[in-house]
C-alpha cells in the first residue's frame, strides 16, 4: 500500500510503514509542506496514496468524501507528543492489511477506530 504521511506527523511513521513492506512518502519530501487541504488530497489521490494526518479537516465527509479518496487515516490524538503518537500508529498497524482502507476515512483514537466510508458507516 502507498501512504502520504502529513508534516505534521512524526517522521518515524514512514520508518515504520517502510519497515512492514508500503510505500511511505512525506508532504515535504514531495515540496507540499503548507499547501491546502484540497491540494494535498488531490495530490494524493493523483498518487492513489492513502493520507495519514493529525488535521481533523479531513474528517469532515461532506467537504472530503472518503469515496473519493485512496483512504484517509486521521489521528485525532489527547496529545501529540512524538513518542504518544507513534504508539497510538502502532497499535493500528496490524489492521493496514485486514480493515478497509481504501476509499474509506479512518479516525484513530486511543481506544477506537471509527471507520466511515462507502462500505462503513461505523
Known amino acids: 500500500m502507498q501512504f502520504k504521511i502529513d508534516e505534521n506527523l512524526p517522521i518515524e511513521i514512514v520508518e515504520l510503514l517502510m519497515n512492514d513492506g508500503h510505500d511511505a512518502k512525506t508532504v515535504n519530501e514531495q515540496h507540499l509542506q503548507g499547501a491546502r487541504d484540497s491540494?494535498?488530497?488531490?495530490?494524493?489521490?493523483g498518487e492513489n496514496r492513502v493520507l495519514v494526518?493529525?488535521?481533523?479537516?479531513?474528517?469532515d465527509i461532506r467537504t472530503y468524501p472518503p469515496y473519493e479518496t485512496p483512504g484517509v487515516i486521521v489521528l485525532r490524538v489527547g496529545h501529540q507528543s512524538k513518542?504518544?503518537?507513534?504508539e497510538v500508529f502502532l497499535r493500528i498497524m496490524p489492521l493496514l492489511d485486514r480493515e478497509p482502507l481504501i476509499q474509506n476515512l479512518w479516525i484513530v483514537e486511543e481506544t477506537r477506530i471509527?471507520?466511515?466510508?462507502?462500505n462503513k458507516t461505523s
Do not use: E, M, S
Open 39 to 45: 491540494v494535498l488530497l488531490n495530490a494524493c489521490v
Open 53 to 59: 494526518t493529525l488535521d481533523t479537516d479531513f474528517t
Open 83 to 86: 513518542q504518544h503518537i507513534i
Open 114 to 118: 471509527r471507520i466511515r466510508g462507502k
